[in-house]
């Protein structure tokens, strides 16, 4: 009797069909690698919970052990009614096909719910009065409701499909809570108070619905939002599928054709199945040539039944005559029809070869200054900022770079001496000049807001003096363009001002593993060559600043 593990229900089915598919094979290559710095994280964060004031059962050390002997050092503690349970086994669940080790299991109660750490933000400030309720990682059975915070359900949701999973198998051990919580631990600090675990009630009506779930998809029309379900409701529905699925790839001869089709989605980057998925896919398919607010699953599925597969058949096919049969059918997306007119507006311009277009006429207002700077950070995995890069320039005759960077793991007060740093040298340039300070999003203008103190002269200099002088670009290429892949610094300035950036391979996450490796690489040369290699990738997103900015100002 086979089992599934608590990431099956949030992740990609196809994971589940090709691994049970006799005819399948899984590439002999590495491993994908997990997100650097996420082990660590959870090891601090466990080694914090088992030093803290609660009772706890720290079972990390078996892992090594029979799991026969793992699961019974967990079912033993939690008999024993310990507050916290650390890396315990539960007993697989053959009958319900469930398997897990949560992190944490916490009392409440008589009984426990599961905890899992996650290296990743879960939480956002609220301006209202809606409760919240966390614990402290000192002693995590002790809630705390309070106010100003919310869990991120709309970034995060499928966390809670993998809490429901352990919920459920611990049901089985006759070790379960009354309710059904399960709590988070994100990387983030709540009320200035470091982390905190973050308590998820698995009935709250927070989650998407899957396609099935949509209550009566005859009469949508793609445009009302479609009501929320529980993560608890959420999880059955996509369990179920992946047990039914499971079942029917392991009946199924070598032979047999794949009872799915590959779609490309963000699992896809580190998915070890992908080879295998892509080789079923056509060069032209819709799903892996758009990626900018790309169609989900379900959508993509519809339009295939439909005979529309490659983005030259969404190109050339009647979107009004498709409507009344492709609507009802995708009720689980709210804009369903707005979606689907601008995959076909993208796949028309994919077509064309077009990856900018503009959709207004005549001249792009910029404002000018005798000293015109770029800015750009660059941030690490663990949401510190470690680079402020500016680029000078005094005219149109080209500029120079300037950096100030800390290549080692920043706390709260490295991070703020660093970007006091640049703001002073920054302050030393303007004062007493016409200068306007240029950049691409607004993302540099709220990390200055949320490092500068009230008691910080310089860094309130800073915000100041940004609200007056510092102009996002972005806002006005989203006026007077459309990028098929999006309007991104690196598809705005390559596709219009003709700029390119001197690594083969330019992007944010790339540049934190970049500082991953200057700071952690074990030798002093490659550490060298990842500090250069940061650097130039960000005088290159500077320099690109200025490139747009001058091509904009001669489209006039």
């Known amino acids: 009797m086979f089992v599934l593990d608590p990431y099956a229900a949030r992740s990609c089915p196809l994971k589940v069909h090709n691994a049970f598919h006799p005819g399948l094979v899984r590439p002999d290559a590495a491993p994908p690698q997990r997100l650097p710095g996420g082990q660590e994280f959870s090891a601090s964060v466990l080694d914090r919970v088992a030093a803290g004031r609660a009772s706890v059962a720290d079972l990390r050390n078996l892992t090594g052990e029979p799991s026969e002997v793992q699961e019974a050092a967990c079912l033993a503690a939690m008999a024993a009614g310990t507050e916290v349970v650390i890396g315990g086994l539960l007993p697989r669940d053959r009958d319900a096909h469930r398997s897990g080790r949560p992190d944490l299991l916490v009392r409440d109660g008589s009984g426990y719910v599961p905890g899992i750490v996650k290296y990743q933000r879960v939480v956002d400030v609220r301006r209202d009065d809606l409760p919240a309720t966390f614990s402290a990682l000192a002693d995590l059975p002790d809630r705390v409701v309070a106010t100003g915070w919310r869990y991120r359900w709309h970034w995060r949701w499928q966390n809670s499909l993998q809490l429901a999973h352990l919920w459920r198998l611990l049901g089985a051990t006759g070790h379960q809570a009354e309710r059904p919580w399960g709590l988070v631990v994100g990387n983030d600090e709540i009320e200035g108070e470091g982390i905190r675990a973050t308590w998820l009630d698995l009935t709250e009506p927070a989650v998407p619905p899957a396609p099935g779930q949509v209550v009566d998809p005859a009469e949508a029309t793609g445009a009302d939002p479609v009501a929320p379900v529980s993560p608890l409701e959420r999880y059955d529905h996509e369990f179920a599928l992946r047990v039914g699925l499971?079942?029917?790839?392991?009946?199924?001869?070598?032979?047999?054709?794949?009872?799915?089709?590959?779609?490309?989605?963000?699992?896809?980057?580190?998915?070890?199945?992908?080879?295998?998925?892509?080789?079923?896919?056509?060069?032209?398919?819709?799903?892996?040539?758009?990626?900018?607010?790309?169609?989900?699953?379900?959508?993509?599925?519809?339009?295939?039944?439909?005979?529309?597969?490659?983005?030259?058949?969404?190109?050339?096919?009647?979107?009004?005559?498709?409507?009344?049969?492709?609507?009802?059918?995708?009720?689980?997306?709210?804009?369903?029809?707005?979606?689907?007119?601008?995959?076909?507006?993208?796949?028309?311009?994919?077509?064309?070869?077009?990856?900018?277009?503009?959709?207004?006429?005549?001249?792009?207002?910029?404002?000018?200054?005798?000293?015109?700077?770029?800015?750009?950070?660059?941030?690490?995995?663990?949401?510190?900022?470690?680079?402020?890069?500016?680029?000078?320039?005094?005219?149109?005759?080209?500029?120079?770079?300037?950096?100030?960077?800390?290549?080692?793991?920043?706390?709260?007060?490295?991070?703020?001496?660093?970007?006091?740093?640049?703001?002073?040298?920054?302050?030393?340039?303007?004062?007493?000049?016409?200068?306007?300070?240029?950049?691409?999003?607004?993302?540099?203008?709220?990390?200055?807001?949320?490092?500068?103190?009230?008691?910080d002269e310089v860094m309130q200099w800073a915000v100041r003096f940004a609200e007056d002088c510092f102009l996002d670009l972005f806002p006005a290429v989203r006026q007077h363009f459309f990028g098929t892949n999006g309007l991104g610094l690196k598809v705005v300035a390559s596709a219009g001002a003709g700029f390119h950036w001197r690594d083969e391979d330019p992007g944010g996450l790339n540049s934190m593993r970049w500082f991953d490796d200057a700071v952690h690489a074990p030798s002093e040369t490659a550490r060298e060559q990842a500090r250069t290699r940061v650097l130039e990738y960000n005088e290159d997103d500077v320099r690109a600043t200025w490139h747009l900015r001058r091509w904009l100002r001669e489209l006039a």
Do not use: N
């Open 246 to 455: 499971a079942e029917l790839a392991s009946a199924a001869e070598p032979d047999d054709p794949p009872l799915l089709r590959p779609v490309v989605s963000f699992e896809c980057t580190h998915c070890a199945w992908w080879p295998v998925c892509r080789e079923q896919l056509d060069d032209d398919d819709i799903s892996l040539r758009i990626s900018k607010s790309p169609l989900d699953t379900h959508e993509i599925t519809v339009l295939r039944e439909a005979g529309i597969e490659t983005v030259h058949q969404l190109a050339t096919r009647d979107i009004d005559a498709l409507l009344p049969d492709y609507l009802p059918r995708v009720a689980h997306r709210p804009g369903a029809e707005d979606r689907l007119r601008l995959a076909q507006r993208r796949s028309r311009l994919l077509l064309d070869g077009v990856q900018l277009q503009r959709t207004t006429s005549g001249p792009i207002p910029l404002p000018q200054a005798p000293l015109e700077i770029d800015i750009d950070v660059e941030t690490s995995r663990d949401d510190r900022v470690y680079l402020w890069g500016f680029w000078v320039a005094r005219g149109d005759e080209g500029g120079s770079y300037h950096a100030f960077s800390s290549f080692s793991d920043l706390d709260d007060a490295g991070e703020l001496a660093l970007a006091r740093s640049a703001m002073a040298w920054l302050r030393a340039q303007v004062d007493g000049s016409d200068a306007l300070v240029f950049h691409y999003s607004d993302y540099e203008v709220v990390r200055l807001r949320r490092l500068a103190p009230a008691d």
